[in-house]
């Protein structure tokens, strides 16, 4: 994946329906337009994926109120205040009481900086894919840029966390899952030495997993 990563675990996506169903969530790399015409199969939580967006603000800026319906041809407004408001929100630090551990045992191949707004470890024979904490799983289906699957977990209002790599997922969207839960096939021998991406996002900003999870 990119340096810009998953980073775009900015939304709470809700039960979609089954992963495999579920086509890959394309990553806008260029300037956010005013507006988008929302087209068959979107949902807000994606719309806000791709333009690396809080869905609550781009719900708010639209006047969509939970469940956050949309509608094919419904036009979107996208910037203006709902990047202004994104953007000065940015800053806030959110406390946590989450019980937070580490998603793997896997060697870390590269730490959280500001280039790399997530901790990417090398996984071997044998390393399992962990949620770090209980949540929701929101999203699990297709990845972005190389790494085939992505699973996206809501722990509260605030905080989110991705995991992107090869593995397989092992949950569905909308179940509930306890901290270290599995949530993608163990590394076999055959898929030794690939990557698992790993972010935290507190109202769509990463922040260094080491805050929260502490000392391995």
Not at 23 to 32: A, E, I, K, L, N
Not at 67 to 88: C, F, G, M, N, S
Request: proline share 7%; glycine share 8%; with cysteine.
């Amino acid at each position: 994946m990119s340096r810009t990563g998953i980073a775009a675990v900015l939304l709470v996506m809700v039960c979609l329906g089954c992963a495999t169903s579920n086509p890959p969530v394309p990553r806008s790399s260029g300037p956010v337009p005013e507006y988008y015409v929302v087209e068959k199969g979107d949902t807000l939580y994606e719309i806000a994926w791709r333009y690396r967006l809080d869905h609550r603000l781009l719900a708010l800026a639209n006047g969509i109120r939970p469940p956050y319906t949309i509608y094919p041809e419904q036009k979107l407004r996208l910037t203006e205040h709902v990047i202004a408001v994104h953007d000065a929100r940015r800053v806030r630090t959110i406390p946590s009481d989450i019980a937070w551990r580490w998603p793997t045992t896997a060697a870390i191949s590269e730490e959280f900086s500001r280039r790399n707004p997530a901790i990417d470890f090398r996984l071997a024979r044998g390393d399992a894919v962990r949620a770090c904490a209980a949540g929701e799983v929101v999203y699990s289906g297709a990845g972005l840029d190389g790494y085939p699957f992505l699973v996206i977990l809501k722990h509260d209002d605030a905080y989110l966390s991705a995991y992107s790599s090869r593995q397989n997922p092992r949950v569905r969207e909308g179940a509930r899952v306890k901290a270290g839960a599995l949530l993608a096939d163990t590394v076999s021998r055959a898929e030794a030495g690939g990557t698992l991406r790993f972010e935290i996002r507190t109202d769509g900003k990463a922040v260094d997993p080491r805050s929260l999870l502490g000392p391995r």
